[in-house]
């Protein structure tokens, strides 16, 4: 007959020297200074969930985001007593997509890598799912899953049900890089791998480790002192002098010539406005780029695309030679390909040899952003020289003052009436510059979710250094947002932050009212409510002049929902912007997360969207985007 087994208050003696070797990384200061004192030995006999948790120690991997179940109960055990001596933080969730989100933020916006952490089956796919984000930002987190056992007793509850081996694993694989640690002795190798992937300089992205449930209190010698670090690489440039004569000869050439700043950008602002002003070239963001230059600053012709801007598509269109730098040439970014109709060369900055190399007709520079434009920037003629740059940097600017005034009208635009509601609310663009301009003035940072809210957030947010802004338009995740705001739940003085999201979006992932409140976030939901998927209903009106099945009849009273939540605060935004300002700093007093309910015009009408200057090539466009692809001459 089974018996239960009787929990114990009472470390045992493998427990209790766990808690010896966390307490002498607390009171070191770290897993490396504990190894250089001697407080740690080189070797040690561990389980391999603590040789895990040391060696992500040594690489800087201090909050885990995680939902446990039975394929990770040796490692949460370990995790619980490196907890209870403080020398990680766990932050446990309600959904794996949601927590994912949250990690991914975590890295993304504070530059601490953490760990996912989950059990078999579908919580792991839904974290894999997740992590899309990641791998499509370039953001390096630890995803660590629960895998079947190694002895191949049968099926383990949750495993896919295949004779195959490791297909977790080989899942995991397509999404990023995959480790399965069969061999409790290959976690040096595995670190190794993790760290050269989660912290590469130029296209980091998820890692994933997949622990057996077996393998996970296996008792094996380690050598600590072999555990890799974090990996750090020195900043490197092109070393032939000829490359930076030939780039400059090229800018020397063109009098039309327009810097891409994409995401890359972000982290080497002060070097692309160097470069920008050393060339007068006006620049042309991607949504993810914005306040690489300040929104105002004469050269900064805003975002380019399929969605893209007045200013920032023109430039695109009449360039003649395109610096590309840090961007990954996304299809929106680009125009699907044709967003560069005049260009006869392209100079690309990046350290992704095929990013790098990705149109036709290019000088790839590859190297660290900044390192490459401090070695090209003497090289560089005197732009005043070169004819026509003068009356194309004037051109540009004029259509930049077109798009600012385009801009302002539409963001102040009145509240129109929208048979939804049955009255007069306020536009979307209306709604979002009310909100952003308050988040500036506050100093909080702002996280977009996909759909429409994203699409007019990039058009309308008015940054001035990077990173005031997350958009996550990679994988341009619903409920990204939202989730988002969990990202500061481990960090010791966290920003202020504030997740623009639609009612689809905030629906995918409200767990974070629990969540939020759990883990002690401040901060704030602006919930932009249409009752649509308006993003995608205006592209069927575009295409095909009718909307289908992006809508819904059902009223959720958004307010109530979130007061239902103890600790949240939630508000009615109103129906004009001077009530929608008054909301906001109600929210914004409460100590804790915030809701703030904003109905917002649904109905598809001109005036309620900021518009879209560019090409896709999706739908019934295709035909003539890739007729026009093929005329490319990059």
């Given at each position: 007959?089974?018996?239960?087994?009787?929990?114990?208050?009472?470390?045992?003696?493998?427990?209790?020297?766990?808690?010896?070797?966390?307490?002498?990384?607390?009171?070191?200061?770290?897993?490396?200074?504990?190894?250089?004192?001697?407080?740690?030995?080189?070797?040690?006999?561990?389980?391999?969930?603590?040789?895990?948790?040391?060696?992500?120690?040594?690489?800087?991997?201090?909050?885990?985001?995680?939902?446990?179940?039975?394929?990770?109960?040796?490692?949460?055990?370990?995790?619980?007593?490196?907890?209870?001596?403080?020398?990680?933080?766990?932050?446990?969730?309600?959904?794996?997509?949601?927590?994912?989100?949250?990690?991914?933020?975590?890295?993304?916006?504070?530059?601490?890598?953490?760990?996912?952490?989950?059990?078999?089956?579908?919580?792991?796919?839904?974290?894999?799912?997740?992590?899309?984000?990641?791998?499509?930002?370039?953001?390096g987190v630890y995803h660590i899953y629960g895998d079947e056992t190694t002895w191949g007793e049968g099926y383990n509850m949750q495993q896919v049900p295949k004779e195959e081996q490791g297909i977790f694993g080989r899942m995991t694989a397509l999404m990023g890089q995959s480790y399965t640690l069969h061999t409790p002795e290959a976690l040096r190798d595995c670190l190794r791998r993790g760290t050269n992937c989660v912290h590469h300089p130029y296209r980091?992205?998820?890692?994933?480790?997949?622990?057996?449930?077996?393998?996970?209190?296996?008792?094996?010698?380690?050598?600590?002192?072999?555990?890799?670090?974090?990996?750090?690489?020195?900043?490197?440039?092109?070393?032939?002098?000829?490359?930076?004569?030939?780039?400059?000869?090229?800018?020397?050439?063109?009098?039309?010539?327009?810097?891409?700043?994409?995401?890359?950008?972000?982290?080497?602002?002060?070097?692309?406005?160097?470069?920008?002003?050393?060339?007068?070239?006006?620049?042309?963001?991607?949504?993810?780029?914005?306040?690489?230059?300040?929104?105002?600053?004469?050269?900064?012709?805003?975002?380019?695309?399929?969605?893209?801007?007045?200013?920032?598509?023109?430039?695109?269109?009449?360039?003649?030679?395109?610096?590309?730098?840090?961007?990954?040439?996304?299809?929106?970014?680009?125009?699907?390909?044709?967003?560069?109709?005049?260009?006869?060369?392209?100079?690309?900055?990046?350290?992704?040899?095929?990013?790098?190399?990705?149109?036709?007709?290019?000088?790839?520079?590859?190297?660290?952003?900044?390192?490459?434009?401090?070695?090209?920037?003497?090289?560089?003629?005197?732009?005043?020289?070169?004819?026509?740059?003068?009356?194309?940097?004037?051109?540009?600017?004029?259509?930049?003052?077109?798009?600012?005034?385009?801009?302002?009208?539409?963001?102040?635009?009145?509240?129109?009436?929208?048979?939804?509601?049955?009255?007069?609310?306020?536009?979307?663009?209306?709604?979002?510059?009310?909100?952003?301009?308050?988040?500036?003035?506050?100093?909080?940072?702002?996280?977009?979710?996909?759909?429409?809210?994203?699409?007019?957030?990039?058009?309308?947010?008015?940054?001035?250094?990077?990173?005031?802004?997350?958009?996550?338009?990679?994988?341009?995740?619903?409920?990204?947002?939202?989730?988002?705001?969990?990202?500061?739940?481990?960090?010791?003085?966290p920003a202020y932050g504030i997740a623009f999201t639609g009612d689809g979006s905030f629906m995918m992932n409200p767990q974070i009212l629990i969540d939020a409140v759990e883990h002690g976030v401040k901060g704030m939901i602006a919930l932009f409510d249409n009752r649509r998927m308006a993003a995608i209903t205006g592209?069927?009106?575009?295409?095909?002049?009718?909307?289908?099945?992006?809508?819904?009849?059902?009223?959720?009273?958004?307010?109530?929902?979130?007061?239902?939540?103890?600790?949240?605060?939630?508000?009615?935004?109103?129906?004009?912007?001077?009530?929608?300002?008054?909301?906001?700093?109600?929210?914004?007093?409460?100590?804790?997360?915030?809701?703030?309910?904003?109905?917002?015009?649904?109905?598809?009408?001109?005036?309620?969207?900021?518009?879209?200057?560019?090409?896709?090539?999706?739908?019934?466009?295709?035909?003539?985007?890739?007729?026009?692809?093929?005329?490319?001459?990059?």
């Amino acid at each position: 007959m089974l018996q239960s087994v009787p929990k114990s208050k009472i470390d045992t003696p493998l427990e209790a020297d766990m808690r010896d070797r966390a307490r002498a990384v607390r009171e070191a200061g770290g897993f490396g200074p504990a190894l250089a004192e001697g407080r740690l030995p080189a070797r040690a006999r561990l389980t391999l969930s603590e040789g895990l948790v040391l060696g992500l120690l040594n690489q800087g991997v201090r909050t885990y985001f995680a939902i446990f179940g039975h394929g990770s109960t040796d490692l949460g055990n370990v995790l619980r007593i490196y907890t209870e001596e403080e020398v990680v933080t766990v932050i446990n969730c309600r959904n794996e997509v949601a927590m994912a989100h949250a990690a991914t933020a975590h890295a993304w916006q504070y530059g601490e890598t953490p760990a996912v952490v989950t059990s078999i089956g579908p919580g792991a796919l839904q974290a894999m799912a997740g992590s899309l984000a990641a791998a499509s930002n370039g953001v390096g987190v630890y995803h660590i899953y629960g895998d079947e056992t190694t002895w191949g007793e049968g099926y383990n509850m949750q495993q896919v049900p295949k004779e195959e081996q490791g297909i977790f694993g080989r899942m995991t694989a397509l999404m990023g890089q995959s480790y399965t640690l069969h061999t409790p002795e290959a976690l040096r190798d595995c670190l190794r791998r993790g760290t050269n992937c989660v912290h590469h300089p130029y296209r980091a992205g998820p890692f994933f480790v997949m622990l057996p449930i077996n393998t996970q209190p296996k008792e094996t010698e380690f050598n600590l002192a072999t555990l890799p670090g974090r990996l750090a690489v020195p900043a490197t440039a092109p070393a032939d002098e000829e490359a930076y004569r030939e780039a400059a000869a090229l800018t020397a050439r063109h009098g039309r010539i327009i810097i891409k700043a994409g995401g890359g950008t972000r982290r080497h602002a002060a070097a692309v406005r160097a470069l920008a002003e050393r060339l007068g070239a006006p620049v042309v963001l991607s949504p993810g780029s914005t306040g690489v230059l300040p929104d105002a600053h004469p050269l900064n012709m805003h975002v380019g695309g399929s969605k893209g801007s007045i200013s920032g598509n023109h430039a695109m269109e009449g360039a003649e030679l395109v610096v590309v730098i840090g961007s990954r040439a996304v299809c929106q970014a680009d125009c699907s390909g044709i967003g560069y109709p005049n260009a006869k060369a392209v100079i690309n900055i990046n350290g992704d040899i095929a990013d790098a190399s990705h149109y036709a007709n290019t000088l790839a520079l590859t190297g660290d952003i900044t390192a490459v434009i401090e070695r090209l920037l003497p090289a560089l003629p005197d732009p005043a020289s070169v004819e026509g740059r003068d009356e194309w940097r004037r051109a540009c600017g004029r259509k930049k003052l077109e798009w600012t005034e385009f801009r302002a009208g539409r963001t102040s635009m009145r509240p129109l009436h929208d048979p939804v509601w049955n009255r007069e609310v306020l536009t979307q663009p209306a709604a979002i510059h009310t909100v952003q301009h308050f988040a500036n003035e506050i100093g909080a940072v702002k996280f977009f979710d996909a759909g429409d809210v994203q699409a007019n957030g990039f058009q309308i947010v008015e940054d001035d250094e990077p990173f005031r802004t997350f958009t996550e338009t990679g994988a341009s995740y619903m409920g990204f947002a939202v989730s988002a705001l969990l990202g500061s739940a481990g960090i010791a003085n966290p920003a202020y932050g504030i997740a623009f999201t639609g009612d689809g979006s905030f629906m995918m992932n409200p767990q974070i009212l629990i969540d939020a409140v759990e883990h002690g976030v401040k901060g704030m939901i602006a919930l932009f409510d249409n009752r649509r998927m308006a993003a995608i209903t205006g592209l069927q009106y575009a295409q095909y002049e009718a909307e289908f099945r992006t809508n819904d009849s059902v009223a959720v009273d958004y307010v109530r929902l979130a007061s239902a939540v103890s600790g949240v605060k939630a508000v009615h935004g109103g129906h004009t912007a001077a009530e929608l300002s008054r909301a906001l700093e109600e929210a914004h007093a409460h100590d804790g997360l915030s809701l703030v309910h904003i109905p917002v015009v649904g109905e598809h009408f001109d005036e309620a969207g900021m518009g879209a200057y560019g090409s896709w090539n999706v739908g019934n466009w295709v035909g003539d985007v890739q007729s026009r692809y093929l005329g490319q001459k990059i």
